[in-house]
């Protein structure tokens, strides 16, 4: 009867065909989107950005020395005469502005240390872009100037740099490719996984009581414990299907970006696709810890769905208990960025939820460990059977089950 009553579920909700594409074709094609769309739009405008000729306003451009003139005119700029450098780089009328005070040249001929006012956005990407052109070019006309003093002086340009570091990456290849942005992957699986089980639960618990068809149920000869387990199933099914989806499109995109793309984009492209995650080396084993993981933390949403949205008189009562449950991911996923700092701390993988999305961080890093699996894996199921079993003594009860 478990099944019965699963099957019931599993085909009313496969009727909502708009709940099918938000739920299951939506998280396929989101991280690939991520993935592919974000490089290439970001390194194509990185490069327009670098190769186009920028406009900057400028006060005191006869006081530039030729030399540093000549230097920011290779990094495609071009200047124009201005006032109120600050109001017009305010309003958006040129991305940055350069103050050249009267004294700039002739301090530089004295040996004395001179200085430019660069007023750009700070936050403003563009902004900063272009401002990086400026300070490349007056960073390597300094350098040129400090190469000549030193060789007039007959020293070394060494002098200014008796110590360096050797940097040597001890992370694996996992870790490597994983990304600073890896945190993401077990942020939407979790996400999707709570958006594919909630459209079940709330039609298999408050929309039956909406509908008057929940009476009719419980009078069949199928026991609550089977009602109870039956939609849990249901929910679970597509909570599970949903984070799989998500799987998938990360694997797929990874795949996609390092087979056919990687090759084709500039160095800044590369860059960020190493920040976004896209060259993850994925293995069959990380990938069937990722799945495992998935289910039992599919589990675990589905276990709590269940739990609350019995306690709802409407659908939309049940909506407004769900709600807030994307907090509930948003919190570890917050938390998830700075899990260097837990450490080995095995306590952090007893937390619900949070230990699911600690774990899947580790596998994309390719640091997973035993015991911390064991443990995360022994949590999420002690905790699902747990609500499981709240879910079924609420549902013996009457005024849960008859709220009007």
Known sequence: MVFHVARKEILSTLRDRRAMVSSLLIPLLILPFMMLGLPLLLGGLFEREQTSITEIATIGLSYLPAEL????????ISFVEAQDLETLVKDGKYQVALDIP??????????EKASLTLISKA????????ASKIQDAVSKFSEGIVTKKLESAGLSADVLEPITINNLDASSEAE?????????????IAVWTLA??????????????ERGTLEALLVSPVRRIEVVLGKFLATLTFGLSASVMAILGYVLGGALLRSLFLKRLGDGAEEIVQVLGGSLQ??????LLLLMSALLLASLISA???????????????QSYVAPLSFVMIIPAVGLQFSDFFGTNIFVYLVPILNALVLMDDIVKGQVAFLPVIATWASLIA???????????????EGVIFRT
């Not at 994925?282 to 990938?287: G, Q, V």
């Not at 905790?383 to 009860?397: G, I, N, P, Q, T």
């Open 102 to 111: 009267k004294s700039f040249s002739t301090q530089l001929e004295a040996g």
């Open 69 to 76: 003139k000549t230097e920011l005119e290779t990094q495609n």
């Open 383 to 397: 905790f699902s059977a747990l609500l499981l079993d709240f879910a079924f003594r609420s549902f013996k009860r």
């Open 176 to 188: 490597r490719s994983s990304g600073q942005l890896a945190w993401l992957i077990p942020f939407f």
């Open 196 to 209: 594919g089980g909630q459209v079940t639960a709330l039609d298999a618990t408050a929309g039956e009581k």
């Open 282 to 287: 994925t293995t069959p084993l990380s990938i």
């Open 123 to 130: 936050g403003n990407l563009r902004s900063e872009l272009n």
């Open 304 to 318: 709590l769905l269940i739990s609350i949205t019995m306690f709802a008189r409407t659908y939309k009562e049940a």
